[in-house]
């Protein structure tokens, strides 16, 4: 079923309203639902089942679709365990990221790190960089580049929410695995520059892998 009757249901301007009101809401609850399914952090390749059965029960229950899983395979990367000395509250590594461990003097940086001109006459040679989410926050891949070429170890991203946001890869989706990101990336609560700056060392570690599992999509079913 189309949603489109769902919204014009009760006819005239009021009853379109009504339907978008009620559009947004269903809009709303899918997306706490999502974020729930998939701890807050997001969904990576090889552990979708819990969203994909999310979105699945509401297209059925909601819209009115019927559907099916389908499954696939996929190189999925894995994250064995991270850290970071001094430690923060959370921290959220970036998909894609290669395992290793870094050390070097914190450089907090000034502007936008997905923009080249924040970055002009930095020397960020062995230096761990501390900077602001871009305002665009999938920009972040944008930063992770402009931070490797300008020498640093490593670039930690301070922020409100604990996204775990792709930095390598393809832009879309895909089945294989991608580029890795340079230099490990890592989403870090505001004000942990602070407390680097006073230890004058940052440690990042990063424990990953690739290994190959079943994921899974929704494919809607024909009635007729």
């Not at 996929?74 to 000395?85: N, Q, Y």
């Not at 580049?145 to 300008?150: D, G, K, M, P, Y």
């Not at 570690?205 to 007729?224: F, L, P, Q, T």
Request: negative net charge.
């Amino acid at each position: 079923m189309s949603p489109l009757p769902l919204l014009l249901a009760g006819g005239g301007s009021s009853g379109l309203v009504r339907g978008w009101g009620g559009l947004a809401g269903d809009a709303l609850r899918l997306y706490s639902a999502l974020k729930g399914a998939s701890g807050w952090l997001g969904v990576r390749a090889g552990g979708s089942r819990g969203a994909v059965e999310v979105v699945r029960a509401f297209l059925e229950e909601s819209l009115g679709v019927s559907s099916r899983l389908h499954e696939f395979w996929v190189d999925a990367w894995v994250l064995r365990s991270s850290g970071l000395d001094p430690a923060a509250s959370w921290h959220s590594v970036g998909p894609y990221v290669l395992g290793g461990d870094v050390e070097g003097r914190p450089l907090v940086l000034e502007g936008d790190p997905s923009h080249a001109s924040s970055w002009r006459g930095v020397d960020a040679g062995g230096r761990v960089v501390i900077a602001r989410a871009p305002g665009v926050v999938d920009d972040l891949k944008a930063a992770a580049l402009l931070a490797a070429e300008a020498g640093a170890e490593a670039l930690l991203v301070e922020s409100r929410d604990p996204r775990v946001i792709v930095t390598g890869g393809d832009w879309g989706y895909s089945v294989s695995a991608g580029s890795p990101t340079p230099i490990p990336v890592v989403v870090v609560p505001l004000g942990y520059s602070r407390r680097a700056e006073e230890a004058g060392v940052v440690m990042v570690w990063v424990d990953a892998c690739v290994e190959r599992r079943r994921d899974y999509n929704v494919v809607a079913v024909d009635g007729g």
